[in-house]
């Protein structure tokens, strides 16, 4: 018997249970995992991390599981300061009465900063490691992510008429060509394509979206088929369902994520099947303005990806994706009739893997394999309402929630350590974030 090397690395995790997601179904038990830099150098049973490598730090796990980090692949971040403001409303009168007023009234510089900081914390402390957004100003969400250290998709936006970041299709496009190319080659910052939905952008920006996607390689994700009132009104007005123009328009593809999709035809699964194009299912989001139910199952039968995001907190109201995917199985089982529609391992892979598919990085992020980005959480599961532990994947996503969650890693930097951030000061963000709540509360008594 030849002795084994010994190697020298940064990190080792060691871990009760661990879910690498690829292989999907996979529970392993008593794994190290060794971070080197940024990357997992590897993933081995403690006994044989023993002899192959020499760490400088050890960080043991005793009663948790690791799993890579979760990939919220929609919201819209800093309307975490909207969160309660307007609740037990149909979309359409959510957004024209209530949000849309309180965006032309608060937002602000200021006010992007402070909720993204908000949203990203409660993220970070809720497991998730990349998020994809779409707000304003955000050449602001893009540099505070990555001060931050959050990995992050940051969608400009696009529409058809002025507000407070553009002035009209014109400046949206031209600021955002300059934010694509500010963050190019950027391993945090994965600048993006945010047209806002088929009824507020026309035919012209939206083609113009589609050649600045494929003049940059930037991903496009756009709102689609909410509500069965955005399809008629649709049909009313174009002759023809938002999918159908937009497919003609060459707005669907690999680079292409299309959230909610609460209504679906034959031939709408054919034309997401048939260009690769994404689906980013919102479900709770989806239940709580009464939108409709994306029929997950259906779209995983024809192969098209299905990633989860929360949408953002004023329709959600939380930014939990460990929730999210309880809330994504619970509801694929109803509308499936069918209680194995969607399992605890698939609505995992769902919360990780496929956003990193989505996002064109499934070769260096969302599972636990040597030579991928070490970005990676820990999830306690001595507490109670968790005990006892027969399949830790059971409980991740059906009786868990994200608060569990005690250890996170981004590109192999420390965020969370025993269940606190390390990279946010959050006493201080509590203050700028009351300052807020009283200036919106003013307005709303008046
Ligand atoms: C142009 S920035 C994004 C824009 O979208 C609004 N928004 C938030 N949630 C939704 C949703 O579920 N459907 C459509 N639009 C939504 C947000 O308030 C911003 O104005
Ligand atoms: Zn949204």
Redesign the pocket.
């Known amino acids: 018997m030849t002795a084994d090397t010994i190697t020298a690395a940064d990190i080792r995790i060691n871990a009760r249970w661990l879910i690498p997601i690829e292989p999907c179904g996979v529970v392993l038990e008593h794994q190290a995992v060794i971070i080197q830099g940024c990357r997992i150098a590897a993933v081995l049973p403690t006994a044989q991390a023993d002899r192959k490598f020499h760490t400088r730090e050890t960080i043991n796990l005793p009663n948790h599981v690791v799993m890579p980090g979760l990939i919220n692949m929609h919201g819209?971040a800093a309307?975490s300061l909207?969160r309660g403001m307007a609740d037990d409303l149909p979309?359409m009168t959510?957004?024209n009465d209530h949000?849309?007023p309180a965006?032309g009234r608060f937002v602000s510089e200021q006010f992007i900063a402070d909720g993204t900081q908000l949203a990203m914390a409660e993220m970070l402390r809720t497991g998730t490691t990349t998020f994809s957004d779409?707000?304003?100003f955000p050449e602001i969400v893009a540099q505070m992510a990555h001060d931050t250290g959050m990995r992050a998709q940051i969608?400009f936006?696009?529409?058809d008429f002025p507000?407070v970041?553009g002035a009209g299709p014109d400046d949206y496009l031209s600021k955002g060509e300059a934010l694509i190319n500010a963050w190019k080659g950027d391993t945090y910052i994965m600048p993006a394509i945010?047209p806002?939905?088929p009824y507020?952008v026309s035919d012209e920006p939206l083609s113009r979206a589609v050649a600045l996607s494929e003049k940059t390689g930037a991903r496009i994700q756009l709102?689609l088929h909410?509500t069965e009132f955005e399809v008629t009104e649709a049909e009313e007005k174009h002759g023809q369902r938002p999918i159908k123009r937009l497919a003609k328009l060459g707005v669907l593809g690999v680079k292409t994520q299309c959230?909610?999709m609460t209504q679906v035809s034959d031939s709408d699964i054919a034309l997401l099947a048939d260009s690769g194009t994404h689906v980013i299912h919102?479900p709770e989001?989806n239940l709580k303005?009464a939108?409709g139910l994306c029929p997950v199952h259906n779209l995983m039968e024809r192969g098209i990806n299905l990633a989860i995001g929360t949408?953002?907190a004023?329709?959600n109201n939380d930014l939990d994706l460990f929730g999210e995917a309880r809330t994504a199985a619970m509801i694929a089982k109803v509308v499936a009739n069918d209680a194995a529609a969607l399992s605890a391992h698939q609505a995992l892979q769902m919360a990780t893997l496929n956003g990193a598919k989505a996002l064109g990085r499934e070769h260096e992020l969302g599972s636990l394999v040597a030579g991928k980005l070490a970005d990676i959480i820990a999830i306690d599961l001595s507490d109670p309402f968790i005990q006892p532990v027969y399949d830790p994947a059971s409980h991740l996503v059906y009786s868990n929630h994200g608060r569990a969650v005690t250890h996170s890693w981004i590109n192999g930097v420390p965020q969370v350590q025993d269940g606190k951030l390390t990279r946010i000061d959050v006493p201080d963000l509590m203050l700028r974030v009351e300052e807020w709540a009283e200036k919106i509360r003013e307005q709303q008594a008046v």
């Open positions: 819209h309307m909207f979309l959510w957004l949000i849309w965006e779409m707000y304003f969608c936006p696009l529409l507000t970041w945010g806002h939905a507020t709102h909410e959230v909610h919102c989001s303005l939108s949408d953002g004023a329709s």
